[in-house]
């Protein structure tokens, strides 16, 4: 245990409870709350002190980059993207003094305005019905029911990554980042880049691929989406946009919206825009593919038909 955690002026003390026991458990876990000090509880190097011991963990087997040490520091490298309903962060976790490093994405969920209500309530369809109350507060738009909301996309694309990260370890046919830890609105996932230069890796949309390199990419997708297929999910908003390719491989994110396609009544829908999005993409860069075959094949994989 490191010597800041004892409690003394200068601690931060964890878990101490801003909400009533009828709050959801992720809302309580991860919250820092400063204690009244003027001195805050800060490393030698970097800009905090992990935030690990609070958080959710990810799946197991747990990839050996993961740092889980008391002793390791986050650093803030800069913006990767800025986004209407989350920024992401390029944050370096580190043992000061040693070689243990890790590069991680932090995707931070705003607690503005989220398409939960106003764009899309179709992705709501056969998900469980929420408490009154957090329903009134998510619709009333308080404060708290606006963190509420970005709290529910975070554990939402936890969850998914969690689970398509467990189904790409057994079966190597998908690809998604290593989801490292979940605390309240933010989400931190394993950098896909070069760990060296903090460069992330390109998206799809910016590749200019021959058609060599198109035709296994392509294939990766097949390989991608029936994964999904046959666990009955769609990505719900897959787009080269949200492909990012490193080393050769695809690699899918933003999974937030992921969508059940046998509970939701439209899941047909958004399994067929999903591969029409791409395969759109293919067939604009020289590579002819059939999106229709492609829809009926992963339909009756998943069930549809
Ligand atoms: N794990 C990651 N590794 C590297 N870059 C990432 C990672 N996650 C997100 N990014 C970068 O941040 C951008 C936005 O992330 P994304 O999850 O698509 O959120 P949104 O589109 O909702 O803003 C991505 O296009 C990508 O450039
Ligand atoms: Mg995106």
Redesign the pocket.
């Known amino acids: 245990m490191r010597e800041h955690d004892f409690s003394g002026p200068t601690t931060v003390r964890r878990d101490r409870r801003r909400f009533d026991d009828d709050e959801p458990h992720f809302l309580k876990r991860g919250r820092l709350e400063p204690a009244l000090t003027e001195e805050p509880d800060l490393p030698e190097t970097g800009d905090r002190w992990s935030t690990w011991d609070g958080a959710l963990h990810g799946p197991h087997p747990r990839p050996d980059w993961v740092r889980t040490e008391h002793a390791a520091v986050d650093t803030e490298l800069g913006i ?9 962060f ?1 944050v370096r976790r580190a043992v000061p003094g040693t070689d243990r490093t890790s590069m ?2 932090a ?1 931070r969920y705003r607690d503005g305005e989220h398409r939960l209500f106003n764009r899309d309530a179709g992705y709501l369809e056969g998900r469980r019905v929420r408490r009154s109350r957090e329903m009134r507060a998510m619709a009333n738009r308080t404060s708290f029911g606006k963190e509420l909301i970005a709290g529910q996309w975070a554990e939402a ?1 936890f969850a998914a990554l969690s689970r398509l990260w467990q189904v790409g370890a057994t079966s190597g046919l998908v690809r998604v ?1 290593y989801p490292v830890q979940l605390a309240g609105t933010e989400l931190m ?5 070069d760990w060296e230069t903090g460069a ?2 390109p ?1 799809l949309a910016q590749l200019r691929p021959d058609l060599d390199e198109l035709t296994v990419l392509w294939g990766q997708l097949v390989d991608a989406v029936s994964v999904l297929a046959r666990a009955q999910v769609a990505h719900g ?1 897959l787009s080269p ?2 492909l ?1 390719v490193h080393d050769g491989r695809l ?1 899918l ?4 919206q992921i969508v059940d396609v046998i509970a939701n009544p439209r899941g047909g829908e958004f399994l067929a825009r999903d591969v029409r999005n791409v395969a759109c993409w293919f067939t604009a860069r020289g590579l002819p593919v059939d999106a229709d075959d492609l829809i009926e094949r992963l339909s009756v994989e998943a069930g549809l038909r």
């Open positions: 990767l993207k800025t986004g209407k309903e989350a920024d992401v390029l991680l994405a995707k694309e980042p996932l394993e950098f896909v880049g992330g890796a998206r908003d946009y949200n990012l690699v994110i933003d999974l937030p």
